[in-house]
């Protein structure tokens, strides 16, 4: 077992749809091959360059020092148990004995954390090519609401990130949206530790949420100040912030009825 904390790990099915369900896994066996999903997302379908920390049945998995800290939640096909979606939790609790948050390498989170209430971080999160087709995120999304109102977490972040891989034309071109409709207020901005320079965006330049910084926003989710460089990614990392108290409205009947029928 990688994580040293146990999570209710039934099996679910939120999305209205047969064939797909999440679950939190703790076998060794289970975790590598979610983090074997994360390496080919990440290193060979966008090209990132990580260190290769462990090899796993003769090919290369995605690990870092906090895998062994986190909870690992996927979301599998019911037919064949196959690993469609994936993110690694990291609590209040865990965050404590762990050190710190992940995301405070990258921002001075110090206006979150010291608010009143339990925080939930996720990260790492990837869904397989075959499966963007909105149902894996939302049956993702829905466990996560689940396991947050049955052990009273108040408070989910993450960072969603942007591809600098057009010179930052994107980011310049939704810094505008993002500052106009999902900027968080003063008390909840935190400072990037390496600030993303914008530069303007080309005129013709569409300002498209990407899918993750989509999904988060479409919840209710706060875009809480400006972007972070990441190097090892070569994407502007925005912080986000959910507040379960104020997911949107047609999410929270959602969930809530899910939550009544279980």
Not at 19 to 36: L, N, V
Not at 80 to 97: F, M, P, Q, S, W
Not at 184 to 202: F, G, H
Request: charged share 25%; aromatic share 10%; proline share 5%.
């Amino acid at each position: 077992m990688l994580q040293n904390q146990t999570a209710t790990s039934h099996k679910a099915d939120f999305s209205g749809r047969p064939g797909i369900f999440a679950e939190f896994i703790t076998t060794e066996q289970q975790i590598r091959m979610a983090q074997k999903m994360r390496y080919d997302v990440f290193c060979e379908e966008y090209n990132v360059q990580l260190p290769v920390n462990m090899i796993w049945n003769g090919q290369p998995i995605d690990v870092d020092e906090l895998d062994d800290h986190c909870l690992h939640l996927v979301v599998r096909n019911q037919n064949n148990h196959e690993i469609i979606g994936y993110t690694r939790v990291l609590t209040c609790d865990l965050a404590k004995r762990f050190g710190r948050y992940y995301s405070s390498h990258e921002f001075d989170i110090s206006n979150i954390i010291n608010r009143p209430g339990r925080f939930l971080e996720i990260g790492r999160t990837c869904i397989h090519p075959e499966h963007r087709n909105g149902a894996t995120i939302a049956v993702l999304w829905a466990h996560l609401a689940k396991f947050m109102q049955e052990n009273d977490y108040q408070y989910l972040f993450g960072c969603a990130s942007v591809s600098l891989d057009d010179g930052g034309n994107t980011l310049a071109a939704l810094m505008p949206v993002i500052t106009q409709k999902y900027l968080a207020d003063d008390e909840y901005r935190v400072t990037p530790r390496v600030p993303c320079t914008l530069r303007k965006a080309k005129p013709d330049t569409k300002a498209t949420l990407p899918p993750l910084l989509k999904a988060y926003t479409r919840m209710g989710a706060r875009i809480c100040g400006e972007a972070c460089w990441d190097p090892d990614f070569n994407v502007a990392d925005l912080f986000v912030l959910l507040d379960i108290n104020q997911v949107a409205n047609r999410y929270a009947r959602h969930f809530l009825k899910d939550r009544e029928a279980a």
